[in-house]
């Protein structure tokens, strides 16, 4: 069974950076493709990026794109989501989350696999 561990949430001021992770403990993590979602208080829980098993292929969010990076170090088992000119908007619980899946998704129900979340604040 594969468990997932996200860290390196935080506050950050409005037009900062912040690297997420999500560390993998299990067999055949290679094989999995990872989403990373978020879920702001009040609000439902959407879909924030999205990576292949092989790390050749991804997938944004249009609220995101063009600010974070996601990416994938199979050896380490450990996926990253790079955020860069934060805004208060992207304040939230970030979850990582798993599964055998083909092609980009950002919808939750596709993912049988998730971490815990780690809070994100921006804010000045």
């Known amino acids: 069974q594969l468990q997932l561990v996200e860290s390196g949430g935080g506050l950050v001021q409005p037009g900062g950076s912040l690297r997420l992770s999500c560390e993998a403990a299990?067999?055949?993590?290679?094989?999995?493709?990872i989403g990373w979602f978020r879920q702001a208080p009040g609000k439902e829980r959407e879909g924030v990026s999205w990576i292949s098993s092989k790390g050749d292929s991804t997938h944004y969010a249009d609220s995101v794109k063009g600010r974070f990076t996601v990416s994938r170090d199979n050896a380490r088992k450990t996926i990253y989501l790079q955020m860069s000119a934060l805004i208060p908007e992207d304040t939230a619980v970030y979850y990582c989350a798993a599964d055998h899946i083909v092609g980009a998704t950002l919808w939750e129900g596709a993912y049988s696999y998730w971490g815990q979340g780690t809070q994100v604040t921006v804010s000045s």
């Open positions: 299990g067999f055949s993590f290679h094989s999995y493709a």
